[in-house]
């Protein structure tokens, strides 16, 4: 099960597929949001300020968008991951 940090609570998701997850607020890409956790992890140590404007624009990078008014389908914007939604 995938679950994100939010300042010191633990947030477990609403709704989760295989490459997407739902905290309630939006659909996010588990892709990107690895890869924006590893480039975190990476830089942690790294002198200048802790968070500039490029690591807050990486916060919204995999924020995914359905692919049409039916809700069929979820597409992330940043890698190009798109998965079929079931309704049942």
Known sequence: MF???????????????????????????KRCAAQADAKTNSSHGTAGPAHDESEHKQEHFGIARWT????????CPNCGLEELISKT
């Open 68 to 75: 049409n008014a039916a809700r069929q389908s979820l597409f």
């Open 3 to 29: 679950s994100t940090e939010m300042g010191t609570h633990r947030v477990e998701p609403v709704q989760e597929t295989d490459y997407f997850v739902d905290f309630g607020y939006g659909w996010f890409c």
